[in-house]
T-cell receptor, first 115, second 112 residues
Framework: NAGVTQTPKFQVLKTGQSMTLQCAQDMNHEYMSWYRQDPGMGLRLIHY???????DQGEVPNGYNVSRSTTEDFPLRLLSAAPSQTSVYFC??????????????FGPGTRLTVT | SQQGEEDPQALSIQEGENATMNCSYKTSINNLQWYRQNSGRGLVHLIL?????REKHSGRLRVTLDTSKKSSSLLITASRAADTASYFC????????????FGAGTQVVVTP
């Protein structure tokens, strides 16, 4: 299994540009999440999904969109990049037993710089 | 605001010593998890403790959970230089079952 994969690994954007960060998992996990991590800080939840077709906002959703058309893929779209979105972005997936989610598996991250 | 708050923010110890870090949270939880992050890498799951458990062991790791105080601790025994990393607690609330909330983390440095 590849686990959780993210592309690209690095990206530089100009203010106002849009882009999509890709995330895929091959573990058939129902739950997937996007986080951002700023230097020296913990993870802040952007959006999450509890299954195909179901998404919800986290702590810091503004400026980001998500969709979940399949179990495997959970792309994160930056609508109009701003310097405040410079961060490391992590995608994660987790399995559930009933409705309760268990350990998360993380991708390697995407380092995004917005100039 | 963050659900989990780790304490201390940073910890520096020598190889062979024990490292203890604490996590407090605010809501009722289904389970609490601890993760490790090496510099520049993604997070790796270490251990999960369910809300009806009080203590759990995994190798050199010992986790306790006190739901009455809404707190957890992670003990790493006989630490090694390879344990140098940031450690995060994460909670899954009873009313947000797909949503993980992470604390700010404890940065641990183990010197040989």
């Amino acid at each position: 299994n590849a686990g959780v994969t993210q592309t690209p690994k690095f990206q530089v954007l100009k203010t106002g540009q849009s882009m999509t960060l890709q995330c895929a998992q091959d573990m058939n996990h129902e739950y997937m999440s996007w986080y951002r991590q700023d230097p020296g800080m913990g993870l802040r939840l952007i959006h999450y999904s509890v299954g195909a077709g179901i998404t919800d906002q986290g702590e810091v959703p503004n400026g980001y969109n998500v969709s979940r058309s399949t179990t495997e893929d959970f792309p994160l779209r930056l609508l109009s990049a701003a310097p405040s979105q410079t961060s490391v972005y992590f995608c994660a997936s987790s399995y559930s037993v009933g409705i309760i989610s268990y350990e998360q598996y993380f991708g390697p991250g995407t380092r995004l710089t917005v100039t | 605001s963050q659900q989990g708050e780790e304490d201390p923010q940073a910890l520096s110890i020598q190889e062979g010593e024990n490292a203890t870090m604490n996590c407090s949270y605010k809501t009722s939880i289904n389970n609490l998890q601890w993760y490790r992050q090496n510099s520049g890498r993604g997070l790796v799951h270490l251990i999960l403790i369910r809300s009806n458990e009080r203590e759990k062991h995994s190798g050199r790791l010992r986790v306790t959970l006190d739901t009455s105080k809404k707190s957890s601790s992670l003990l790493i025994t006989a630490s090694r230089a390879a344990d140098t990393a940031s450690y995060f607690c994460a909670t899954v609330s009873t009313d947000s079952w797909g949503k993980f909330q992470f604390g700010a983390g404890t940065q641990v440095v183990v010197t040989p």
